[in-house]
């Protein structure tokens, strides 16, 4: 699909005057299997849209971010689109940072409309209210912040703006108590326990509803075969350790780092 560089920082720039209706920027769409949490493995078509407000130096999807990149599409053609992939029962809305999108709320309202089950993957520092059957929270950690060291672009300068933004447990408890969630953390070392730790507790504080540890998920980070195979035994242990549940990438397991995946 051609794509066009976006202006702005979110990556909320506006659609042409060619498409009616409400329109999403949209980076890719495929079909694939879910490769992260408790529905790995399940047949799923993608809507990936651009534009985040946090960059996270690992981000596997960087054009999505850093440098975002799309085309414009109607809601009703992304439906469409989804559509012509006849044996998908599941489609997961992911970006970028969907819920930044107000049009996202009517994609899955049209979604849900015509029966299928929604996933989707957010960062949890936005709340929106729509029919979510999974709401796939992964909140980020201290070591997501690029730092002049871990820049994949600049020298830091997005550090300040994705610390003060990368957590807000109020949000978190509201997505908990609205929506069946999984909080998914990408998981860099040991180091990062004891903050999810910590951010567990104050989640289960603030929400009215459970958090099961079997509604924490830790994912090795790793966009390429290359440094999963680094992480993920790690992180594994660390699961047993701690009690909370282990997520392959399975996507990455089968295709690496492949677009549309
Ligand atoms: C690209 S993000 C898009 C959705 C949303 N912005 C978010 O971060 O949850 C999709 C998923 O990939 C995870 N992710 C991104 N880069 C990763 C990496 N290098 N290793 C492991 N997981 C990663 C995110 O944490 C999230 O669960
Ligand atoms: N196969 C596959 N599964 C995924 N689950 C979450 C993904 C995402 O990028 O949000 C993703 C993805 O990019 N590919
Ligand atoms: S929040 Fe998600 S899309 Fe945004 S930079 Fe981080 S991993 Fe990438
Ligand atoms: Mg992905």
Known sequence: MPVRATETEAGEASPGDDVEGPALPVNELFYSLQGEGKLAGVPTVFVRTSGCNLRCW???SYHTSWEPTHDWLAVEDVVEEVASHDDAEHVVLTGGEPFVHDASVDLLERLDARGY????????????????????????????????????????????????????VDTLAELVE????????????????????DLVARVRETADATVANDDVLLMPEGATRESLDENRETVARLAMEYGYRYTPRLHVDLWNDAPGT
Do not use: M
């Open 117 to 168: 089950h929604t996933t989707v993957e957010t960062n949890g520092t936005i709340f929106r209210d729509a029919p979510v059957d999974l709401a796939s929270v992964s909140p980020k950690l201290a070591s997501s912040t690029p730092t002049p060291e871990r820049d994949p672009k600049g020298e830091g300068e997005w550090a300040e703006k994705h610390e003060s933004r990368r957590l807000d």
């Open 178 to 197: 609205t929506y069946e969630t999984q909080l998914k953390f990408v998981v860099t070392g040991r180091e990062d326990l004891d903050e999810i730790d």
């Open 58 to 60: 690992f981000c596997d």
